[in-house]
């Protein structure tokens, strides 16, 4: 996607403010090891389905969705399904005006006409007035725009994150809180105050969301409705769907093709 020449820009904190990007044709199916870039990224999804690991927690990015990274913070990606995207990598500089910590933010189409129109410069040339100006306000777009809810945050405590691993990697396990709290080494009632405590979320709230990011995940590689419902432990499609409805407005097969046409 890079040329070493752009590679070098990208890992510098000087030069342009910003450096403009776009994945021509289609990413390779792939999870990076972790690592980190001197400059923030932002990073819209075209199609596919990319999930982002940090030191804090999972968030994923589904089609039509934007994923932004602090300047030097810790991550791998991997990536589902034929996918391409574009996005800017953003100098320290002028990164302290956009959130502190990792995000998935909504993109409208103005935000979305700015980064398209930056792919065109060269990073090595100086930015003339129109262009810093064109910075200016794509910087406001992205400090403005909404903050989607497909964030998983993972608890610090040792003993819960082997719970909350063991269910993200088998989200069919249908075993309640008594059962976990039993499996970890821990009463209940400390299970459920710890992952409010550490994660902002109940515990049944934890898990219904990372069914929902191994939901995605299936779904944007072309497994169908009924095989993901019943992989991630749903007792009929109809209830699965229900859950996908709830969080995302719309059923599975809606939401893909929805995002389908608007990637045309």
Same mark, same amino acid.
């Given at each position: 996607? /890079?040329? @070493?020449? &752009?590679?070098?820009?990208? =890992? %510098?904190a000087?030069?342009?403010? !910003?450096?403009?990007? *776009?994945?021509?044709?289609?990413?390779?199916?792939?999870?990076?090891?972790?690592?980190?870039?001197?400059?923030?990224?932002?990073f819209?999804?075209?199609?596919?389905?990319?999930?982002?690991?940090?030191?804090?927690?999972?968030?994923?990015?589904?089609?039509?969705?934007?994923?932004?990274?602090?300047?030097?913070?810790?991550?791998?990606?991997?990536?589902?399904?034929?996918?391409?995207?574009?996005?800017?990598?953003?100098?320290?500089?002028?990164?302290?005006?956009?959130?502190?910590?990792?995000?998935?933010?909504?993109?409208?189409?103005?935000?979305?006409?700015?980064?398209?129109?930056?792919?065109?410069?060269? /990073?090595? @040339?100086? &930015?003339?007035?129109?262009? =810093? %100006?064109?910075?200016?306000?794509? !910087?406001?777009?992205? *400090?403005?725009?909404?903050?989607?809810?497909?964030?998983?945050?993972?608890?610090?405590?040792?003993?819960?994150?082997?719970?909350?691993?063991?269910?993200?990697?088998?989200?069919?396990?249908?075993?309640?809180?008594?059962?976990?709290?039993?499996?970890?080494?821990?009463?209940?009632?400390?299970?459920?105050?710890?992952?409010?405590?550490?994660?902002?979320?109940?515990?049944?709230?934890?898990?219904?969301?990372?069914?929902l990011?191994?939901?995605?995940?299936?779904?944007?590689?072309?497994?169908?409705?009924?095989?993901v419902?019943?992989?991630?432990?749903?007792?009929?499609?109809?209830?699965?769907?229900?859950?996908f409805?709830?969080?995302?407005?719309?059923s599975?097969? %809606?939401?893909f093709a929805?995002?389908?046409?608007?990637? *045309?």
């Open positions: 996607m /890079f040329d @070493q020449a &752009l590679w070098d820009a990208v =890992e %510098r000087d030069g342009p403010p !910003l450096i403009a990007y *776009r994945a021509e044709g289609h990413l390779p199916l792939a999870e990076t090891d972790w690592h980190s870039h001197v400059r923030g990224q932002f819209y999804v075209e199609s596919g389905l990319f999930i982002s690991r940090t030191t804090s927690g999972s968030w994923m990015l589904p089609p039509h969705r934007a994923g932004w990274l602090p300047p030097g913070e810790l991550h791998t990606v991997s990536i589902t399904g034929p996918s391409r995207g574009w996005g800017v990598f953003i100098a320290p500089c002028v990164a302290d005006c956009l959130p502190a910590h990792p995000c998935v933010l909504g993109v409208n189409d103005l935000l979305r006409a700015l980064v398209i129109r930056a792919t065109s410069w060269t /990073f090595r @040339q100086e &930015l003339n007035a129109e262009q =810093e %100006r064109i910075i200016t306000v794509l !910087l406001d777009e992205i *400090r403005r725009a909404p903050i989607e809810p497909l964030y998983l945050p993972m608890p610090t405590d040792r003993r819960l994150q082997r719970i909350a691993t063991s269910i993200y990697e088998h989200p069919e396990d249908t075993r309640g809180l008594d059962d976990w709290a039993a499996w970890g080494g821990m009463s209940s009632r400390t299970l459920s105050r710890l992952f409010r405590q550490q994660t902002a979320c109940s515990f049944a709230q934890w898990r219904q969301q990372a069914r990011t191994r939901a995605l995940e299936r779904l944007a590689g072309g497994e169908p409705v009924a095989t419902a019943d992989a991630l432990g749903y007792a009929t499609p109809s209830a699965f769907v229900a859950m409805r709830k969080s995302f407005g719309q599975p097969g %809606r939401y929805q995002q389908a046409e608007g990637a *045309r």
